[in-house]
């Protein structure tokens, strides 16, 4: 029998997450995820009238693709891939991988060869169809988070089911804040940073776009940013895991970085020289995401964290940077994390996690849990 909770997780994604309707064409890009699951969401696309595509992937074959690529190659799986994304009105990926390091050993020229080959791609799936993104539950999940598989299940089936619709009408008065916002401080252990977002805007993260979703993002004036952002989680990038990356900047442009492994680190912000910059500044706030799991789908949602994102600026909230790159970092500032502060136009906005202005309040965990 297929659980009962795929049906329900469908549903989600389906009717609230890509709105799909009559005549739809949808590509469904299912990267290791159970034929159950696929099986159900197919059927759920057809019973809202639209027409599912089905790509079904495989890491270790995706890594086989790129150590062999070339220009021409990279090109040309671009102009195919671009060619059936223009067909669809929305996306839908579930990405399983019992190995988030499976692309560790691709040499560094051969990654960023293919990256900014499918660049189009990408965009033109982020700013023209109606599109989410979620992982599958592995096993390797579960231990990153340090829980049980059948736990983690739990936990997974709850924070991809919560009350998106709640948490959408609680971020609204941020959404505002942030959009009127010019001067942004941030600070906290190893972290005081300063920055614009005036004039950038501000894009409501609610489940439309990502599960887990949960936060509200901007992006720094890209000459803006002064000072230094010390990073308490670790983070995963390209099959390379990083702890304690610390980045200082001088007129928005990353200056000197630092990780447990610096050497790895500067490669990707030399990828080109909008890596180097930063494209998104974000709150995140899912009260059901606690800790770190080196999965930036969840991490970059952890109740009373930020990132910031060197690396492409989205459309919807632009600064002009263009990379083949976007690296969310995340910096949780809850006490048992070491606190931090937020603040826009000397207002304090958050402190240690949690929101301090009354038409904010909403978005702490204990109102957003509440039924």
């Known amino acids: 029998m297929t659980d009962p909770r795929y049906a329900k997780l469908a549903q989600v994604l389906v009717k609230y ?9 949808v590509l469904l890009d299912m990267i290791d995820t159970p034929d159950p699951f696929t099986v159900e969401l197919m059927r759920a696309v ?13 890491p270790r074959v995706n890594r086989e693709i790129m150590l062999g690529t070339t220009p021409e190659h990279a090109a040309l799986v671009r102009d195919l891939e671009l060619y ?11 990405r399983g991988s019992a190995n988030a390091s499976e692309t560790a050993d691709v040499p560094s020229q051969l990654l960023a060869l293919y990256t900014k080959s499918l660049r189009p791609v990408l965009d033109y799936r982020v700013n023209r169809t109606r599109w989410v ?6 096993p390797s999940m579960a231990q990153a988070a340090n829980m ?19 948490m959408a009408r609680a971020m609204k008065p941020l959404v505002r804040r942030m959009q009127r916002a010019d001067r942004v401080q941030l600070k906290g252990p190893g972290t005081d940073l300063t920055f614009s977002i005036k004039g950038i805007g501000a894009k409501p993260c609610d489940g439309l776009r990502n599960i887990p979703d949960g936060e509200v993002f901007s992006c720094p004036v890209k000459n803006s940013v002064e000072g230094a952002i010390q990073f308490n989680t670790p983070t995963l990038y390209a099959g390379s895991r990083f702890e304690n990356v610390r980045l200082e900047f001088r007129a928005g442009k990353v200056v000197q970085a630092t990780a447990s492994d610096t050497r790895r680190l500067n490669e990707i912000l030399d990828t080109d020289p909008g890596a180097r910059y930063v494209g998104e500044f974000s709150l995140g706030f899912n009260p059901h995401i606690q800790r770190p799991m080196c ?4 991490d970059e949602k952890i109740a009373g964290s930020l990132h910031f994102t060197p690396g492409q600026a989205y459309e919807e909230c632009d600064n002009g940077n263009r990379s083949a790159v976007h690296w969310d970092m995340v910096l949780i500032q809850r006490p048992d994390w070491g606190g931090g502060e937020v603040w826009f136009d000397g207002e304090l906005i958050r402190k240690d996690g949690q929101f ?6 909403p ?9």
């Open 356 to 361: 301090v202005p009354k038409d904010l309040q």
């Open 84 to 94: 059936r994304m223009k067909k669809m009105q929305a996306y839908i990926a579930i």
């Open 295 to 298: 999965d930036i789908l969840f």
């Open 363 to 371: 978005l702490n965990p204990e109102a957003l849990k509440a039924r």
């Open 46 to 58: 057809r019973n809202a009238g639209a027409t599912p595509i089905v790509e079904v992937r495989h």
């Open 133 to 138: 993104v979620l992982r599958w539950p592995t």
């Open 17 to 25: 997450s890509t709105a799909l309707k009559r005549g739809d064409h």
């Open 148 to 166: 049980s598989t059948e736990a983690f299940e739990d936990f997974y089936f709850d924070v991809c089911t919560m009350d998106y619709r709640k």
